[in-house]
Nanobody, 115 residues
Framework: QVRLVESGGALVQPGGSLRLSCAASGINYRLYAMKWYRQIPGKEREMVAF???????NYTDAVRGRFTVSRTNVRNTLSLHMNDLKPEDTAVYYC?????????WGRGTQVPVSS
């Protein structure tokens, strides 16, 4: 059974930093690309970062230069380092992967950015 569990969400002030983690189990993690998505209330879920199985990363324009995605294949962990956070980054953040012919999601972790 594939399981993704996000953690690290917390209230942060504008300009602050936060690190999110996603623990994966039930999957041969090192073989699959991983993604971070976010969903702002009232809006569709959007992908913010992608990392391939070999570690190649890509980002949506809104976060490029501020967010860094990384993975540790030994511990089956995905991370998202977020710097210079803005109020518009407020969202629920999800990790996701596509494996065995379907897409898997975690339950998400909330990141409110507010002073």
């Amino acid at each position: 059974q594939v399981r993704l569990v996000e953690s690290g969400g917390a209230l942060v002030q504008p300009g602050g930093s936060l690190r999110l983690s996603c623990a994966a189990s039930g999957i041969n993690y090192r073989l699959y690309a991983m993604k971070w998505y976010r969903q702002i209330p009232g809006k569709e879920r959007e992908m913010v970062a992608f990392i391939s199985s070999d570690g190649t990363a890509n980002y949506t324009d809104a976060v490029r230069g501020r967010f860094t995605v990384s993975r540790t294949n030994v511990r089956n962990t995905l991370s998202l380092h977020m710097n210079d956070l803005k109020p518009e980054d407020t969202a629920v953040y999800y990790c996701s992967t596509h494996a065995y012919g379907r897409t898997f999601w975690g339950r998400g972790t909330q990141v409110p950015v507010s002073s």
